[in-house]
C-alpha cells in the first residue's frame, strides 16, 4: 500500500488518487479551496474522471455550490485501504490566492472560472478566479445563506436577508460590472413562494434557482442570470 503524501486531511483527485493538503479544504467537482495561515488557496484538479461530491455531506446534487463547515474542516474522509497510486500533489493546478481564509465560504465553478464566497463581518465577498488570480468583484451587505453558481464567465449570487426573506439575485457579468435588479420572483409571507434560504446551481450554460416551499420546490432558470422564465423540460 502507498502511503498517503502529505499529513493533513484527505482530498480524493482524479483517478483514485487520495492527497492529504495541508489546510482546511474544500472540494467542489473539480476545484479545490484550501484554507490555511490566514489565506485561500484555489487549485484545479487535473483529469478527466472527476467526480461531483461535495466535501461536507459526500454528496451533492450537480451545479450545486458547496460550502464548508464552520468547523473548517469539510473535506470528505477517504476510504480505509484506497490506495494513493500516481499523481498526488502533481494533479493539482494552481489557480489564484485570496489574502483571507474563513470558515463558511462558498465555492462554483465553470471549466475556466470559480466563484468563491468568504463571510465577513455584517457582508459576504464575492471573488472570481481566472487565468491563475483572483479578483474581489464586490460586497453584499448583509446577505444571509449566501449562495453561487457560474453561468459562462458571470458570477450570479443568490440570497435573502435576515429581516426579509425575499429571495434577490446579485449578477457580476465577465467585465465585473454588477447588476443587481428586482427580485426574480416575489416572495409573500401568507403564501410563500421564492422566500429564502436560496437554491442555485448551473450546468450547460443555464442557471437554476430554486426556493423550498413547504414540500414543494419551485424553481426558475436563466441563460445569463438577468432574465428570468419557469424550468423548462418539466412535465
Not at 70 to 98: C, F, H, M, N
Request: aromatic share 4%.
Amino acid at each position: 500500500m502507498t502511503p498517503l503524501p502529505g499529513h493533513g486531511a484527505p482530498v480524493l483527485l482524479p483517478g483514485g488518487v487520495v492527497h492529504r493538503v495541508e489546510g482546511a479544504p474544500l472540494r467542489r467537482g473539480e476545484w479545490l479551496a484550501v484554507r490555511e495561515a490566514g489565506r485561500t488557496r484555489i487549485f484545479r484538479m487535473r483529469g478527466s474522471d472527476v467526480g461531483s461530491r461535495d466535501s461536507e455531506s459526500g454528496e451533492s446534487e450537480p451545479g450545486v455550490g458547496a460550502r464548508d463547515s464552520e468547523s473548517g474542516v469539510g473535506a470528505r474522509e477517504s476510504e480505509p485501504g484506497v490506495d494513493a497510486g500516481a499523481g498526488g500533489a502533481d494533479a493539482l493546478e494552481p489557480w489564484g490566492v485570496i489574502d483571507e481564509g474563513r470558515a463558511g465560504l462558498e465555492l462554483a465553478g465553470s471549466e475556466e472560472v470559480v466563484a468563491v464566497l468568504l463571510p465577513r463581518a455584517e457582508a459576504t465577498a464575492v471573488f472570481r478566479c481566472a487565468e491563475g488570480r483572483c479578483a474581489e468583484l464586490g460586497v453584499i451587505e448583509g446577505a444571509d445563506d449566501a449562495r453561487v453558481a457560474v453561468v459562462g464567465e458571470a458570477v450570479v449570487v443568490a440570497y435573502h436577508r435576515e429581516d426579509d426573506p425575499q429571495i434577490r439575485v446579485a449578477r457580476w457579468g465577465a467585465d465585473g460590472e454588477l447588476s443587481d435588479g428586482p427580485a426574480p420572483a416575489a416572495c409573500t409571507s401568507d403564501q410563500g413562494g421564492f422566500c429564502g434560504p436560496a437554491v442555485i446551481g448551473a450546468r450547460g450554460g443555464r442557471v437554476a434557482l430554486g426556493a423550498r416551499d413547504g414540500s414543494d420546490l419551485w424553481v426558475i432558470e436563466s441563460s445569463d442570470g438577468l432574465r428570468w422564465q419557469p424550468l423548462s423540460g418539466l412535465r
